[in-house]
Structure formats: C-alpha cells, structure tokens
C-alpha cells in the first residue's frame, strides 16, 4: 500500500499494549509497529500499559523509550494485574492520538494488518475497524484443534445469544482501529473483565449506533511467553457473556 493513498494524514494513532511479562515480544512488535507507521508516513505513538510484569518487561519498554524518545513510546506502570479493561481505559487516558490502536503485544497480531484498516476507516468513515479471523482471507495458524474449537465455539455463542448484526463476525477478537471520540463514550460504560470485554465493546458501540467495518486478518500464536487463557478466564468470560445477554 503507497503512503499516498492515504488520507486525512493529520490523524495521529495511538497504539495502546497491555503487558504482563511481555519481555520478549515487547521489542519485537515494537520494531514491527515502527516500521509500519514510518513507512506509511503516519504519526503515531505506542502507550505500554505495563502491570508489574515480574520478567521486567517494564525496563525493556523503558530501553525502548530512551531509544525512542517519549513522544514515540508512553509508558503507564501499573502496581500488579488490574484486568485488561483498566488498562486500555489507564492506556487511553495515557495517550493523545485522534484514533486509538487495541491491540496484543504477544505478537499475535500482525501490524501489517493495520494501513488496511486505516484505508478501511478513511474511504467508509466508520467508527470502528475490527480485525477479523472468521472472513474469507482470515484465520489462526499455530493453534491446536482444542483451541480452535474453543475459539469458534466462543465466537459462535456470542453471535447467537448477542446478536451483533450482519457485520461482526469475530466478537471476541482484540485487534481493532476505533475513532478516539467513539471509545471515549464506550469504554466508561463497559463492565465485563476478561475476554468477555471485547464483546461488549462492540454490543455497546452497536447499542450507540457506531458503525463497523471488518478487516481479514491472520492470528498467529505467541512464540514466547505463556498464554493468558486459562480455566478462570473462560469462566470469566462466560459469565460476561450470560450477564450481556441478560443486559443487552
């Protein structure tokens, strides 16, 4: 994609990570969400909302902010797990730019998903641009059939219960573009913990009106690190997903 397609080139994007021992991929998708942008000529920073992470991946995000500078890299150090919600609501509060990046900084997503999203965000002036894993071009790689199951199945009895509408096929994806304004009046109202958070934000924005779009994109499974998906947060998440139902 030429730099040149882009429009409205006076936004700012504001790239928000959570970490809880992120040390190895921290500097990886750093680099790559670097690389993006400055190809593309777009202003950007990358706020690290960082809980205590006992491998120190806050000196790494440190390293890099020296490297860097603080306009590039912002960081919100955090005292032990607060829960994702808290962190993209501190990473937000943290951050100036016009439209706000959610994403992994596991390296499960890609950032060179993201100039397909802005392209997507310009030429329809939606809201919202979620990435997507259940759209002819998307998909997971590196996942055993257990979590694939698990995944769709997730994903399936959210669409079924929520009714999102036509355009949300992957509610429990986290790789999203929104326009600032938007998840300024969203996020306040979200309640769920866990991965249930991601539903509701697109329940809620749908609620409010805000249109979506959706952008194919592949998962890819971390390399490093261990997972954050376990018993407590399924359990987590299936709790969210019975209270929204009841809710919503």
Not at 13 to 38: G, W
Not at 83 to 101: F, M, N, W
Not at 195 to 219: C, D, G, H, R, S
Request: glycine share 8%; with cysteine; hydrophobic share 40%.
């Amino acid at each position: 994609i030429n730099s040149t397609q882009f429009k409205m080139k006076t936004e700012k994007y504001s790239v928000i990570l959570p970490t809880y021992n992120e040390r190895e991929n921290l500097p990886i998708i750093f680099y790559l969400l670097h690389k993006t942008f400055t190809n593309h000529s777009l202003s950007f920073e990358v706020v690290i909302v960082d809980d205590s992470s006992p491998d120190n991946t806050l000196q790494i995000a440190q390293s890099l902010q020296k490297h860097y500078g603080n306009e590039a890299v912002k960081i919100v150090s955090r005292p032990g797990k607060l829960g994702l919600g808290s962190a993209y609501v501190a990473g937000l509060a943290a951050s100036s730019g016009s439209r706000i990046i959610l994403m992994d900084a596991d390296l499960s997503h890609h950032p060179k998903f993201i100039p397909q999203m802005i392209l997507k965000m310009n030429a329809r002036d939606v809201d919202i641009v979620s990435g997507t894993r259940y759209r002819a071009g998307g998909g997971v790689a590196g996942w055993d059939l257990k979590r694939k199951i698990t995944s769709k199945g997730a994903n399936f009895l959210a669409s079924f219960l929520l009714n999102p509408g036509p355009v949300a096929s992957d509610l429990t994806g986290s790789f999203r573009l929104y326009k600032r304004d938007v998840l300024e009046e969203v996020l306040p109202q979200v309640k769920c913990k866990g991965y249930a958070f991601q539903m509701e934000i697109l329940i809620l924005a749908k609620k409010a009106n805000k249109t979506l779009e959706e952008v194919p994109i592949t998962f890819v499974d971390r390399i490093y690190g261990e997972s954050k998906l376990g018993a407590n947060e399924i359990i987590l998440y299936l709790k969210g997903l019975l209270q929204l139902f009841l809710t919503t």
